[in-house]
């Protein structure tokens, strides 16, 4: 077993005032040799974007780029065509391939949005740039994996990216555990607690901390307190 921590408060953090993001990962002024990435998993940022702010129109490409909103409304528009509100419970995906242009804004004008972006390498660059949405019933979650995501050929109902990753979300009582499979030989494990507190591979995690596993078949969960959890099963090849 490969495994890495990294609690809550080690992680990047930049205020621009309208925008508060913490950086799991290195990401624009947070540079951290040791926390480039976890196999293909390049971002994963927390941010709350203050009431009617936002990102203005900007360029990616050869990205798979996945929204979560954790509170509020978060406004998408691109250049393919898309524009959508995005609210709790929904997932957004889009592969920026040979290049797009977007822009997100909270939706709302006397509140804040808070939302993850995460950012996985592809498994084909160049591609035609395509655009995901869904919305999720919670009681799909109640103590059971709920998937989210996955890739282009997966039969799941879930948001399609193109590369061999999974993501998933559980909502455990306290008390209760399970066991995660990797759905993929090889892959590893990212997970990230939303809330609450889990226990899992030897190691107690709270809310916002995050844990790399890689050279696992399975990993056994427990929640200590009702815990809100993130699964991000990845490719350990770039």
């Known amino acids: 077993m490969n495994k890495v921590i990294h609690r809550a408060n080690t992680r990047g953090h930049a205020n621009h005032g309208w925008l508060n993001s913490s950086h799991t990962f290195s990401f624009a002024n947070y540079s951290n040799p040791e926390r480039t990435h976890f196999g293909v998993l390049r971002v994963l940022n927390d941010d709350e ?3 009617g702010q936002g990102f ?12 979560i909103p954790l509170e509020g409304e978060l406004e998408h528009k691109d250049s393919i065509g898309n524009a959508s ?23 709302n004008s006397d509140k804040p949005v808070r939302f993850l972006q995460i950012w996985i390498f592809p498994k084909v660059r160049n591609i035609a740039p395509r655009y995901d949405q869904k919305t999720f019933d919670t009681e799909g979650r109640k103590n059971k994996l709920q998937r989210i995501v996955s890739p282009i050929d997966d039969v799941s109902d879930s948001v399609k990216i193109v590369q061999d990753a999974y993501f998933s979300l559980l909502s455990l009582d306290e008390g209760f555990g399970l066991t995660y499979t990797m759905n993929k030989p090889g892959n590893g494990l990212y997970i990230f607690i939303l809330d609450g507190e889990i226990c899992a591979a030897g190691e107690s995690l ?3 901390d995050g844990m790399g596993i890689a050279a696992v078949n399975t990993l056994e969960i427990s929640a200590t307190k009702h815990a809100e959890i993130l699964f991000m099963e990845v490719p350990m090849t770039i």
């Not at 995005?86 to 909270?106: K, L, P």
């Open 56 to 67: 203005g129109r900007h360029p990616h490409d050869n990205m798979e780029i996945i929204s």
């Open 85 to 107: 509100v995005i609210r709790t419970n929904d997932v957004q995906a889009m592969s920026a391939g040979t290049g797009v242009f977007h822009s997100e804004y909270n939706h």
């Open 206 to 208: 709270k809310r916002r």
């Open 49 to 51: 974007v203050s009431a």
